[in-house]
C-alpha cells in the first residue's frame, strides 16, 4: 500500500511537471530549466499566505498559482522571447532565472527547512497502513487537473492550435496561427501547472530553497523517456519513474538514496534501445 500510495503521488505530480514542460517546449522549442524554481516559488508562497497572514489555503493556493502565472509571463516577456530563437542562450537564461529565484528565497526564508500544514486532517488505515487524507485529496486534485488539461488539449481551439504549433510550427504559421501569441499562451498555461503542483505537493514535503533541484532532474528524466515534446509520453514516463522511485525506496536497504539513479538507470537502459524515447517520434536531422 505504502508503494502503492507514493509512487501514485510521486507520478502525478512528475507528471504535471513533465507535461506542462513539454507543452512550452513543443510549441516554442524553450527548454526552461527554470521550471520547477516556479514550483519552489508557489509553495514558498502557500507557506507565507497561511503561515503568516493566516489566509485560507484554498484561496493561499489559488493566489499562489496566480502570482507565479504572473512571473512566469513576465520572465517570457522580458527575458525569454527577445532570445528565443537562439537555443543555447535559452538555456543558459533560465538557469540564471532559476539561481536568482534560489537566491531569492534563500535571502527572504534564510535555509532553514519549512513546513506547510495539511489542507485536511486525519486518516484512514488499510491492510495496516496510514493513509493521510492529505493524500487522497492532492492525489484527486491532480488527477482532476490532468483531465482539465486533456479537455483543453483535445476539445478546444486553443488545444488543437497548440497541438497544431507543436506539431509543426511553420506549417501552422502558414495557416494564420500567431505564433508568439500562442507561446505567450503556452508560456502560462506551463508556468500555472508548474505553480499548481508546488501549491499542492507543499503539505506533502519539505521545503528548502534547493527543493527545485531534484524534481527538475526527474521531470528531465519524465520528458526525455517519453519523447520530447510527446505528452502521453510523459505521462506514462512519470508514472514508470514514480512507482520505480517508490519501490526502490521500500523494497531495497536505504533505498532513500538509490532511488534517483536506479530510475534514471531505467530511462538510460529504455533509451539505448529506444532513442527517441517511448513515444517520441524519429525526424530526420534536415526536418
Known amino acids: 500500500m505504502n ?44 507557506f507565507s499566505l497561511t503561515g503568516k497572514f493566516g489566509l485560507n489555503p484554498v484561496a493561499g493556493m489559488m493566489i499562489a498559482v496566480v502570482v507565479v502565472t504572473v512571473f512566469g509571463l513576465l520572465a517570457y516577456k522580458f527575458v525569454i522571447d527577445p532570445i528565443r530563437e537562439h537555443e543555447a542562450a535559452v538555456l543558459i537564461a533560465t538557469i540564471a532565472l532559476a539561481m536568482i529565484f534560489q537566491e531569492a528565497v534563500m535571502l527572504i526564508y534564510t535555509g532553514d527547512y519549512r513546513t506547510v500544514s495539511a489542507l485536511i486532517e486525519g486518516y484512514f488505515i488499510v491492510t495496516g497502513v496510514k493513509v493521510f487524507y492529505q493524500q ?23 488545444g488543437l492550435a497548440i497541438r497544431s504549433t507543436a506539431e509543426d510550427r511553420e506549417v501552422a504559421n502558414l495557416m494564420g496561427m500567431n505564433d508568439s501569441r500562442l507561446a505567450m499562451i503556452t508560456m502560462g498555461i506551463s508556468v ?12 506533502l514535503t519539505v521545503l528548502s530553497p534547493y527543493m527545485w533541484m531534484e524534481p527538475l532532474i526527474m521531470m528531465m528524466a ?44 531505467i530511462m538510460i537502459l529504455v533509451l539505448l534501445l529506444r532513442p527517441e524515447g517511448l513515444f517520441g517520434i524519429s525526424f530526420e536531422e534536415e526536418r
Open 136 to 158: 487522497v485529496l492532492t492525489f484527486g486534485v491532480v488527477l482532476a487537473v490532468l483531465g482539465i488539461l486533456w479537455v483543453l488539449l483535445m476539445k478546444t481551439k486553443l
Open 222 to 265: 519524465v520528458v526525455v523517456l517519453g519523447g520530447l515534446g510527446s505528452i502521453k509520453g510523459s505521462f506514462v514516463a512519470a508514472y514508470i519513474l514514480g512507482f520505480t522511485e517508490a519501490l526502490v525506496v521500500f523494497m531495497i536497504p536505504k533505498g532513500a538514496f538509490l532511488k534517483g539513479s536506479v530510475a534514471l538507470t
Open 192 to 203: 500555472a501547472l508548474a505553480g499548481f503542483t508546488g501549491a499542492v505537493i507543499a503539505p
Open 3 to 46: 508503494i502503492i500510495i507514493t509512487g501514485l503521488i510521486t507520478g502525478s505530480m512528475l507528471a504535471l511537471l513533465a507535461i506542462s514542460f513539454s507543452l512550452i517546449f513543443g510549441v516554442a522549442r524553450i527548454v526552461n530549466i527554470a521550471h520547477t524554481a516556479f514550483y519552489m516559488v508557489a509553495a514558498y508562497c502557500i
